[in-house]
């Protein structure tokens, strides 16, 4: 069986450290980056799933490029989770039709067990 491939990107390197290393130790395969660009290769090797911060710096933000992605035909089926300590993030994920959402600080249980419930 091929490791699920789970795409990260935060901009706070301790935060997608954290993250990469919980979801490697769980045994999935992980790309992980600090910016939008990260995301450049996402039609052409889709992941199992993607992990995005809601504030990137850059100009960017989570949420819209979630809405992007669910807008495109190409990678809408791809579960999305924000993740972000942003008041009122359930409403946030709710409006770019985000998949689901985590509250940071996470906790990590809470986070893998996100992750396991969409990649199935």
């Known amino acids: ?13 301790d935060t997608l450290d954290i993250i990469t290393t919980l979801l ?32 990137l710096s850059g100009g960017k933000t989570g949420h819209d490029i979630c809405y992007q992605l669910k807008q495109n035909p190409a990678t809408a089926s791809i579960p999305v989770i924000l993740i972000s300590a942003t008041v009122n993030l359930a ?8 998949d689901s959402f985590i509250v940071k600080p996470f906790d ?9 419930t969409h990649l199935r």
């Open 1 to 13: 069986m091929s490791k699920s491939t789970i795409m990260v990107v935060d901009d706070d390197a």
């Open 24 to 55: 490697n130790g769980a045994g999935y395969k992980v790309i992980a980056g600090r910016d939008i660009t990260t995301l450049y290769a996402i039609e052409k090797e889709p992941p199992a799933l993607l992990l995005i911060d809601n504030w």
């Open 91 to 98: 409403d946030t994920a709710r409006r770019c039709h985000a």
């Open 108 to 116: 990590i249980d809470d986070l893998l067990s996100q992750v396991r």
